[in-house]
């Protein structure tokens, strides 16, 4: 058998480990990347990419609606060839997973990108296409696929996950969403908007992992707008009459195709990873540091979606460049991650900023709100709808963190994201600029609402204003 060694062996050529590649492979450290099935981040092929450009065209064709206000006429006549929409969206998938892999894998030697299913032999071999290879660190990144349940199997191609939804040439008259997370809020809108006939169903009492109640309310009553939702209940699919019957609690509904969202799960079943010499949690995944990647005190690192923590391109970034920097050094360094943001691109966005409802004291915190419907910006685009929570200590005034379902959710959750990794109070924010009519007098309004109640007030008494010395 062929046998090769190498310093550093890297797992996955998604967007992990192209970024521990990125480490690695200046270091002059030996190495190999190892991929099985297609090459090209899930961002590209079948996730945030793809996704948003359907989204795109969705939300483009749903304006139409807004057109009589302006006096357009002929918009009711407007119609949408689905097959070339997807075909434009496969079109721009195609040229993100292009430049992904130019930049990347295609400048590698089949001796350093090997494509095939890697298995531990022991804790420092891998095995692979039926070459062994001797690796002194090792990282796993080889990300997760979509959940389905076994007996859903059963239905075959018309059960679809983001794996094949994207390559239907042909969309489906009527679909049900089985989990209203991220995936199953973006696709299902947008299909709805596309002129599928969309159901959702969450077996939880919320959608997109939104935890304030004001915000979460927020959120149903809009997106229901777009299609039904039934929630609190775990959905169960028959067959009938060649169609899938789609029940949950009291609800049931026809369908002819199902989109199964019900989350991911890692690729480490497949990799023998029993015999990598270290222990798995209760999930199946082994336990390791977020601020440096090792598993416990070994030569093995995580990073990416393979974690189950933080399902991001960006934390994905950061956790390849954290796991590569410590497998080509001597000793082991511990990062700082950043303040968790998550972005829906439904519409209205929903988003989450630091801390989380759940983890607040109310005791010891402000909290800040505005609703869209007056905001002048939001009423002039036609998309005054949502609301926008911001959360402080009530103490010092410190930012914490935020919820929001909102226009424009994905560029105020980022300015909250930059002040809270700052650790800025919300005083300090007030007294930033903010122009007018914009879209961020919104989030200004919150920042108010919440200073009236913090206990920290500005040197001065003036929110919006810095004394001079």
Request: hydrophobic fraction near 40%; charged fraction near 20%.
């Amino acid at each position: 058998m062929n046998e090769k060694s190498v310093d550093v062996a890297i797992l996955g050529s998604g967007s992990a480990g192209l970024y521990a590649l990125g480490k690695v492979r200046p270091s002059g450290k030996s190495f190999v990347l190892i991929n099985g099935g297609e090459p090209g981040t899930t961002c590209a092929r079948v996730g945030c990419m793809p996704s948003k450009a359907m989204i795109q065209v969705a939300e483009d064709y749903h304006r139409r609606g807004i057109l009589g206000r302006y006096g357009v006429a002929g918009h009711e006549e407007m119609d949408l060839d689905t097959q070339e929409a997807m075909e434009h969206v496969r079109s721009l998938r195609d040229t993100f997973v292009d430049r992904v892999l130019s930049n990347s894998t295609d400048n590698l030697s089949e001796e350093l990108f090997i494509e095939g299913y890697a298995r531990f032999v022991d804790p420092h071999t891998l095995e692979v296409n039926g070459q062994r290879i001797h690796a002194e660190k090792i990282i796993i990144a080889t990300g997760t696929r979509p959940l389905i349940p076994g007996p859903w199997k059963a239905f075959g191609e018309r059960i679809l996950t983001t794996d094949e939804i994207f390559e239907q040439e042909q969309l489906p008259a009527s679909i049900a969403v089985i989990g209203l997370g991220v995936i199953g809020l973006e696709i299902g809108q947008s299909l709805a908007r596309l002129g599928v006939e969309v159901t959702g169903f969450d077996m939880l009492g919320t959608i997109g992992g939104l935890e304030d109640p004001d915000v979460a309310k927020v959120a149903v009553e809009a997106i229901s707008k777009d299609f039904p939702m039934h929630l609190g209940a775990a959905a169960e699919i028959s067959e009938e009459n060649g169609k899938l019957r789609v029940s949950a609690g009291e609800q049931s509904v026809l369908v002819d195709k199902v989109l199964a969202s019900l989350g991911r799960i890692p690729n480490l079943d497949n990799m023998a990873i029993e015999n990598a010499g270290i222990e798995l949690g209760s999930k199946g995944i082994p336990a390791f540091n977020p601020n440096t990647m090792q598993v416990g005190d070994s030569h093995i690192f995580l990073a990416g979606d393979i974690t189950g923590e933080r399902a991001l391109l960006h934390e994905a970034g950061d956790e390849g460049r954290i796991a590569g920097h410590n497998a080509i050094s001597a000793q082991i360094s511990a990062f700082k991650r950043k303040v968790p943001l998550s972005i829906n691109f439904c519409d209205p966005n929903i988003c989450h900023v630091g801390a989380r409802w759940s983890e607040l004291d109310p005791a010891s915190t402000a909290v800040g709100t505005v609703n869209f419907a007056p905001v002048g910006r939001a009423l002039i685009m036609g998309k005054n709808r949502g609301i926008l929570k911001v959360y402080a200590d009530n103490q010092s005034g410190r930012l914490l963190g935020s919820e929001m379902a909102c226009p424009k959710g994905e560029n105020l959750a980022h300015l909250l994201a930059w002040s809270i990794q700052q650790e800025l109070t919300v005083g300090r924010l007030l007294q930033m600029p903010f122009y007018h009519p914009v879209i961020e007098e919104a989030l200004q309004a919150a920042l108010y609402d919440c200073y009236s109640k913090v206990e920290s007030k500005n040197s001065g008494g003036i929110a919006e204003l810095v004394p001079l010395a």
